[in-house]
């Protein structure tokens, strides 16, 4: 009897499965999807809403030949190369070759940016917090959930793929160079793609394997930009890019696909490395072990403002030393400048003049740094729902310190950050301007232009204060939509004629345009009233709302 029972299997007993690397991949997929479904339909309806906008921007900026003419050397001089791309095709200028030489470029920066914060968001950050293990506690292999990232990462930038080649050539581009466009767009975004699976599994932060994929992707962009400064059409350094190579697709112009395969080959190659990397770490670790701390902590970590200081140090450091070695590079290419502008047609430094192109040329750089500078603000403040978290947050506070001390003490180091990194910069930038171009005076215009832009750049931290205090599951998109919108009107407002209302919403451009325009001090001291009432509004949603729910 005893023998019957053990052999038969009770009906409430669960069936035993079958489980390998991959099983329960696509039930993540779907889980995933659900948990993007606002934010991938948004990173996909920008992509499409800048080729529209773009398409229909141009005509009426340049509605002649002799218009499109006339600004076409903007984009074949060496700095117009170096922030668009080789300028293929400008000695014929059409419309479409001007949207693939001056806009297709930041498609492919937008797809690299939402492929890589993809990545880590499902990697990284899902171990960090613990779900992955509970996921990996049922029925699940050990890569299903790089798996589906990668699957959803692929979806996404098909996606995006789709939607720019079918709007390209909806509004009247070439079909070829469409597809081509659309297929560069795709594929950057897959090769980056597989570059933060691989940052993610050398770091046990997010924040670490985040910023590692943001620093290839900034090598990327340099090594691009300075290739194709170098000669037009690009040169050799263009070519160790993979925003060179699909900028060298040459869209309406050379249409060829052969650049496109290493960055199929880059996808793949980083994506199985991938795989490899994982099998060779534990769950929540990193290849790269964290170093340990001192045995004892020093007295300053006993205080909220030395606390915040400590966790914002490796922000503030990585961030800062983007921003001025990117302000450095470029200030030492103003002499560049000055022979370009020198170059260029004379009707073209008529309709502009020699100094305020020049000029012109230094407040960009000082309003680069801004841009910049804006979304470290953006990634230091969310930092703290990180710490939320974590319960790390609920440690803190559980000691006498108060919620305003230590969420405002973290908004203080923040704002410090922003102040110094400007600064910084503004010095680097200054004194490699003033050494290629032998005027000393550059290192005070530009320390001062990029200063100028600091009220603006705390009107963003005020946003994100009010958004981390009242509504916190907001902090990301819109704090990252804010980035994006400032870059667009601060790049493209005066080239495509945006509508008044539209560059209002960007703070940054309400501070004067230094060098070009005299100091205006009305729109600092609004901006600043403007960013003292926002930080304390949000530090009183702080205090309303329960700590560790969004």
């Known amino acids: 009897m005893s023998t019957t029972l053990a052999g038969r299997r009770s009906p409430t007993a669960p069936t035993p499965h079958t489980s390998g690397p991959f099983t329960g991949t696509g039930t993540m997929v779907r889980f995933m999807l659900r948990r993007d479904r606002v934010r991938l339909p948004a990173w996909l309806a920008g992509h499409g809403l800048f080729v529209l906008y773009i398409a229909a921007a141009l005509p009426q900026i340049a509605p002649t030949e002799d218009d499109l003419q006339a600004v076409v050397p903007l984009l074949q001089q060496p700095v117009g190369r170096m922030f668009t791309g080789p300028a293929l095709g400008m000695e014929d200028p059409t419309y479409e070759r001007f949207f693939a030489s001056g806009y297709a470029p930041y498609l492919f920066l937008l797809s690299a940016l939402m492929s890589l914060l993809l990545v880590v968001r499902h990697t990284r950050a899902e171990e960090q917090s613990g779900r992955a293990e509970l996921v990996r506690a049922n029925v699940a292999g050990r890569d299903a959930g790089l798996a589906a990232t990668l699957l959803l990462a692929l979806l996404a930038n098909a996606?995006?793929?789709?939607?720019?080649?079918?709007?390209a050539a909806a509004v009247g581009?070439?079909?070829?160079?469409?597809?081509?466009?659309g297929l560069g767009t795709g594929l950057v975004g897959m090769a980056f793609s597989g570059v933060a699976a691989v940052t993610a599994q050398f770091f046990e932060s997010p924040r670490a394997a985040a910023g590692a994929a943001g620093a290839v992707l900034g090598a990327a962009f340099m090594l691009r930009a300075l290739g194709d400064m170098a000669a037009a059409g690009g040169s050799a350094l263009s070519w160790t890019s993979p925003l060179g190579w699909a900028a060298q697709t040459g869209p309406y112009v050379l249409d060829r696909f052969w650049?496109?395969?290493p960055l199929a080959a880059v996808a793949l190659v980083t994506g199985a490395g991938a795989f490899a990397l994982q099998r060779r770490r534990d769950l929540g670790a990193g290849l790269v072990a964290e170093r340990p701390g001192p045995g004892e902590a020093s007295r300053s970590l006993g205080t909220p403002l030395g606390l915040a200081a400590r966790l914002q140090r490796a922000s503030i450091w990585g961030w800062g030393a983007a921003i001025v070695v990117l302000g450095s590079v470029d200030g030492a290419f103003t002499q560049v400048m000055v022979e370009g502008v020198e170059e260029m047609p004379e009707t073209v430094r008529d309709m502009f003049g020699m100094e305020a192109l020049v000029s012109g040329y230094l407040a960009f750089l000082a309003a680069f740094s801004g841009y910049l500078t804006t979304a470290y603000v953006v990634y230091a403040v969310q930092s703290l729902s990180g710490e939320e978290a974590r319960g790390r947050a609920e440690a803190?506070?559980?000691?006498?310190t108060s919620r305003t001390a230590w969420a405002g003490a973290h908004l203080l180091v923040v704002a410090a950050g922003a102040a110094g990194i400007l600064v910084v910069a503004g010095l680097g930038t200054g004194v490699a301007a003033a050494a290629v171009t032998g005027d000393g005076s550059l290192v005070i215009e530009l320390v001062a232009a990029h200063v100028n832009?600091?009220?603006a750049v705390l009107v963003v931290l005020a946003v994100c204060a009010v958004l981390y205090g009242w509504a916190p599951a907001l902090l990301a998109p819109v704090g990252w939509a804010l980035v994006g919108l400032i870059v667009f009107v601060g790049n493209f407002a005066a080239m495509l004629d945006l509508p008044r209302w539209l560059q209002n919403l960007s703070p940054l451009s309400y501070p004067a345009q230094l060098p070009v325009e005299d100091f205006a001090l009305l729109p600092i001291l609004v901006l600043?009233?403007?960013a003292v009432l926002g930080v304390g509004l949000g530090l009183?949603?702080?205090r309303r709302r329960q700590i560790g729910v969004r």
Not at 159 to 167: F, N
Not at 396 to 400: D, E, M
């Open 173 to 181: 581009f070439a079909p070829t160079g469409s597809v081509l466009v």
């Open 159 to 167: 996606g995006a793929a789709l939607i720019v080649a079918a709007l």
């Open 453 to 455: 832009v600091l009220p």
């Open 396 to 400: 803190v506070l559980a000691t006498p």
């Open 259 to 261: 650049p496109l395969v």
């Open 528 to 530: 600043l009233a403007i």
């Open 540 to 542: 009183v949603g702080v």
